[in-house]
């Protein structure tokens, strides 16, 4: 991906540029289209959902590696990311601590590193298939991505700086600021989870991380949604209480109760979406199968939960099920590719469901719950499938 480097040493995405960067030579300049490089299989191409900021998904059937190539990764930014030069950066630790931080990449990369598999999904992914239609990026299911996060533990790192024990939240502040007025992309989470798991990256699937997912350095939250994988850190706050401001208050909030259109909630009537709900895709499936043949249909699963525990595919409208292979490489909140070999019984048009259960027992909803914000969309995916005599 091509960055423009400005001459203050900011860091910038030059919109123009990165909708027409092309290094496979087989993309035609479209302001629609952004195009990647190398990892991914010639002619693939990334689908812009809109033209500012910059929010990319991924096509489906591209989301077929254990890993997600980091150029095929979707990419969700509300603004022009203005990210210092990773040789000036500094992360500073402190409000709750006995001994604020302030640390260079190169001082990060000395402390003990940590490597973690897990999915990266935004809250929003699936939202324009809600009916009725909602307000927000119109994401299809390409919203999510799986890749290997390499870094230092949060825990590690607020164990240095001397954490005060009436610390309950992690508040924390990202490079990127948003034109005149507009709120600041500021957020935090529970400090008990950043504890447990949460990791500050600066590698992506063994690659410096990227600019776009946030580079010189993000956070990981595993088994979270998206939201709260602050992109170009540059600060992280102990506080006894939450980061306020229209990206806690109001947005990324899920309703208590049943939601349903024409029903809209308070944000005291809402809480914060944490943990992805579980969830099977499916990425690739033959249009048309003869009856004698075998149709191979491959998808990935993924869950807040740690780990899934099945996928299951249905060609009744959910009467029975069948048990998909599992493909053996797993982490705790990696996603699980799956594998089915369907045997058609009957000529004619065919709808195979998938659906996936997690760890914990969850499963996946025929329906997924609607919600005012069109968040964690998770029913079941369907494939149709043409049997030929
Ligand atoms: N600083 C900052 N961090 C951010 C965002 C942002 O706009 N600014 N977007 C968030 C959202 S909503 C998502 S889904 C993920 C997307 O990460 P990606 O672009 O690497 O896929 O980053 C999160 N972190
Ligand atoms: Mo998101």
């Not at 990311?81 to 006995?98: M, Q």
Request: glycine share 8%.
């Amino acid at each position: 991906m091509r960055i423009d480097r400005r001459a203050d040493g900011n860091t910038d995405f030059d919109r123009r540029k990165f909708v027409t960067f092309s290094t496979l030579g087989l993309l035609a300049p479209s302001a629609l289209l952004a195009g990647i490089k190398s990892a991914a299989p010639a002619g693939a191409q990334m689908l812009q959902v809109n033209g500012y900021p910059v929010n990319a998904e991924t096509p489906l059937e591209l989301l077929t590696d254990y890993l997600t190539p980091n150029e095929l990764f979707f990419v969700r930014s509300h603004w022009i990311p203005r990210t210092p030069d990773a040789k000036n950066f500094t992360l500073s630790v402190d409000g709750g601590v006995g001994k604020p931080l302030s640390l260079s990449i190169a001082q990060l990369r000395k402390l003990p590193r940590t490597e973690m598999t897990c999915v990266l999904q935004c809250a929003g992914n699936g939202r324009a298939l809600y009916s009725p239609a909602l307000p927000g990026v119109q994401w299809n299911a390409g919203a999510v991505g799986n890749a290997r996060w390499g870094g230092l533990r949060v825990k590690e790192l607020l164990h240095i700086a001397g954490l005060n024990p009436s610390g309950q939240h992690l508040q924390t502040f990202g490079s990127d600021s948003p034109p005149g007025k507009v709120p600041p992309f500021h957020r935090s989470l529970e400090l008990e989870k950043a504890l447990e798991d949460a990791i500050v990256a600066f590698e992506m699937n063994g690659q410096p991380l990227p600019v776009e997912h946030g580079g010189p350095l993000r956070l990981v939250v595993p088994g979270w949604a998206g939201d709260h994988w602050m992109k170009w850190l540059t600060r992280l706050v102990v506080s006894e209480t939450p980061q306020t401001g229209f990206y806690m208050d109001t947005a990324y909030r899920y309703p208590l109760g049943p939601a349903e259109p024409g029903v809209s909630f308070k944000p005291e009537e809402m809480r914060p979406v944490t943990e992805l709900f579980v969830k099977s895709s499916i990425t690739t499936a033959p249009s048309r199968v003869r009856l004698a043949d075998t149709a191979r249909i491959t998808g990935f699963a993924l869950s807040g939960a740690p780990g899934i525990a099945r996928v299951e595919v249905s060609d009744d409208d959910g009467a029975s099920w069948r048990e998909a292979d599992l493909d053996p490489r797993s982490d705790r909140y990696s996603w699980r590719l799956w594998s089915y070999r369907w045997r058609p019984s009957k000529p004619g048009s065919a709808r195979l469901f998938a659906r996936a259960t997690d760890s914990r027992g969850a499963i996946q909803p025929r329906v997924a719950v609607w919600n005012q914000s069109g968040y964690l969309h998770n029913a079941w995916p369907s494939a149709e499938i043409e049997v030929t005599s």
